[in-house]
């Protein structure tokens, strides 16, 4: 069978222009998601999510490839898709002045043959073989499946620093208005490249908004 590539498959939902806002609807997915709080620079919470989300991912994708017996129906073999976060505050109030206050909720999207069962079988492959190297096991529990369903949203590129991403939000949201559209829903950003290996003058992030 074809190995699926999301980012064929979704083409709308993880390409986008830096010149120009789209209306796009989004279906149902699954992820895998780590839930966190504060701004995510110098926060061990952060690097924790991002550890358990690339862990249990590559887990996962091996773990099925190479064993015929825990494949599931509709299996075949699929790329691992870029980190994607969601941003928001407690009762629905996001103030981007305290960072200490923010709400993320960091993903990476699985087929749709991955169960919870699946997830947690991958969980405990990584909870072995770090005991058995008596390494640090990262907090895997605070790891879950979850499906989401964003439907209609409005996207743009930003292409530069993370910490500049507010001025795309704000031209989101004059998009909005003028288009007679109403927000609903968390922030979400999609990270298309490896900060650690791309500068941040190029760092490419697809930023979208739930709208109704």
């Known amino acids: 069978m074809e190995k699926i590539d999301f980012k064929k498959?979704?083409?709308?939902?993880?390409?986008?222009s830096a010149k120009k806002i789209t209306i796009e609807n989004v279906p149902e997915l699954n992820f895998l998601v780590y839930r966190g709080k504060g701004h995510p620079e110098n926060n061990p919470?952060?690097?924790?999510?991002?550890?358990?989300l690339f862990s249990v991912a590559y887990t996962l994708?091996?773990?099925?490839?190479?064993d015929e017996k825990i494949q599931p129906k509709g299996y075949a073999d699929y790329s691992v898709t870029p980190v994607e976060t969601l941003w928001y505050g407690e009762n629905d109030h996001f103030d981007v002045n305290k960072?200490?206050?923010?709400?993320?909720?960091?993903?990476?999207?699985?087929p749709a043959f991955i169960d919870a069962k699946l997830i947690?079988?991958?969980?405990?492959?990584?909870?072995?073989?770090?005991?058995?190297?008596?390494?640090i096991v990262p907090p895997l529990e605070k790891l879950r499946f979850e499906k989401f369903h964003e439907k209609k949203v409005v996207q743009t590129l930003h292409i530069g620093p993370y910490g500049e991403v507010g001025?795309?939000?704000?031209?989101?949201?004059?998009?909005i208005d003028k288009n007679n559209l109403k927000c609903h829903g968390?922030?979400?950003?999609?990270y298309l490249n490896n900060p650690c290996r791309t500068a941040p003058e190029k760092l490419k992030t697809i930023v979208r908004l739930p709208v109704l």
């Open 61 to 66: 994708k091996f773990m099925l490839k190479f």
């Open 120 to 135: 947690e079988k991958a969980k405990e492959e990584i909870i072995k073989k770090k005991k058995a190297k008596k390494e």
């Open 45 to 52: 919470e952060y690097g924790h999510a991002m550890e358990c």
């Open 167 to 175: 001025e795309i939000y704000q031209k989101l949201e004059e998009f």
């Open 9 to 16: 498959k979704y083409k709308n939902l993880f390409s986008a």
């Open 99 to 110: 960072p200490e206050s923010w709400l993320w909720d960091c993903m990476i999207l699985t």
């Open 186 to 190: 968390k922030a979400h950003e999609i």
